[in-house]
């Protein structure tokens, strides 16, 4: 091979390299730019929702459900407060007799869906219901647990502000009656005093260490007390520390809305009452 042939087979090579270099920018800068403009996408479509409940509504009319041990789900539901839309959590648990629901989703329409869910999913009868204070996002779906002949308990003030709210009948029991048996597992209910509401309750599941907080207790990032128009916040910080020094032994606990996790989710409540900005 003579010097001009090997020049031109560098000259092409090199082209070659630097065709193929110039190739490969293209396509990871295009790769970049088409992930930032689906990240764009993606972030205007959360946003379009956050800001529009009615469009949230459309993609949160079904339940949710979260398993946090086998036999101890979350119902979540969806709900409007104030012009936005809002998760509601209940429970559901399983036992060798049958479930145990604590407190009913947020619409009807979610309550007949939990039905038709704990049927097919668990294969189980529901035993009874369990309501943890007289708001529409604990027990809007009562009068259909009455359509089934499920015994519904409270406490006698939850009854009594329900009757007085249309909220529906409830049979409270729960003020002598603390703890439910339900086959192999059992719901114990304490009154810590007055929070998010006066007749707030929280639900202990001794078998699986799970506290059900309810409205009582604000999930870890949430940045206010949310609604407080029936709250006492004087005596509120006072409710949760009862609830804290109580069950020590918590290994879950479960807010009235928000994710779950650990008996942080109290302190986190207690540190959001005792801030200025409340």
């Not at 390299?17 to 689906?38: D, E, T």
């Not at 604000?218 to 949310?226: E, Q, R, S, W, Y």
């Not at 918590?250 to 200025?276: C, F, M, N, Q, Y």
Request: aromatic share 8%.
């Amino acid at each position: 091979m003579d010097f001009n042939q090997l020049r031109n087979r560098f000259n092409f090579t090199f082209l070659s390299s630097r065709l193929g270099i110039q190739v490969l920018i293209f396509c990871i800068g295009f790769s970049l730019a088409h992930c930032q403009w689906q990240k764009s996408s993606e972030s205007s479509s959360i946003s379009s929702i956050q800001q529009n409940p009615s469009l949230a509504s459309k993609h949160s009319q079904h339940l949710e459900w979260i398993k946090i041990k086998e036999t101890v789900w979350i119902h979540r539901s969806f709900g409007e407060f104030q012009g936005q839309v809002y998760s509601a959590n209940g429970l559901v648990v399983l036992s060798n007799k049958g479930a145990v629901v604590i407190d009913t989703p947020w619409t009807e329409s979610q309550t007949e869906e939990l039905f038709s869910e704990i049927k097919t999913k668990f294969q189980k009868e529901i035993l009874f219901l369990l309501v943890t204070h007289a708001h529409d996002d604990r027990m809007a779906g009562v009068p259909l647990f009455h359509k089934r002949n499920i015994p519904v308990y409270s406490t006698a003030l939850t009854a009594k502000l329900a009757k007085e709210r249309g909220l529906g009948k409830t049979n409270p029991i729960l003020d002598i009656q603390t703890r439910l048996p339900a086959g192999n597992q059992s719901v114990e209910v304490f009154y810590p005093g007055q929070g998010h509401s006066a007749d707030n309750i929280v639900v202990w599941l001794p078998e699986t260490h799970i506290l059900f907080g309810g409205c009582l207790v604000k999930a870890l990032d949430a940045k206010d007390l949310g609604n407080v128009k029936e709250a006492d916040l004087n005596e509120w910080p006072n409710s949760v520390k009862r609830v804290l020094s109580r069950y020590t032994d918590a290994e879950v606990v479960v807010p009235g809305h928000g994710d779950w996790g650990k008996l942080d989710l109290l302190r986190h409540t207690i540190r959001l009452l005792v801030s200025p900005n409340h």
